[in-house]
C-alpha cells in the first residue's frame, strides 16, 4: 500500500508539471525565418493565461479538499492506518499542492497586472 501511495504521489507530481502553461512571463517567442524574436504578449493572451490558469487553481482547490477530507476520517478512525502511511502521504501531496496553488496565484496575480497595464495603456 506504501508502494501504491507513492506511485500516486509521483505521477500527481509529474501531471502538475506537465500541465502548467509553458509560456514565458510576459513575452512569446516566435521564430520568424530562423530567428527568434521577443514581443509583449497581447491582452487576449494574458486574459487566456489567466482563464487557464484559474481552472488549474479550481481544480487544485477540489484535490486538496478531498485529500484534507481523507486527513480528517484518518484522524477520526487510527485504526485503519496504524503506522501512518496513509496520513503522511495524504499529507505531502496536500502540501505539495498547495505550493502549486500559490504559485499559480502569484502567476494570476502577475497576469492580472498586465492586463490592467495594457488596458490602461
Known sequence: MKH????????LIAGFSTNACAVNEGQRSQVLGGEVSQEPMSL??????????????TEIKKKISILEERLRRLANRPHMDPKGFHRFTSQMMTNHLEMEM????ERIAWHHEQVR???SS
Open 102 to 105: 500559490e504559485k499559480f496565484e
Open 117 to 119: 497595464q495594457l488596458h
Open 44 to 57: 487576449i493572451a494574458h486574459v487566456t493565461i489567466l482563464e487557464s490558469y484559474q481552472v488549474q487553481v
Open 4 to 11: 501504491s501511495a507513492i506511485m500516486l504521489l509521483s505521477l
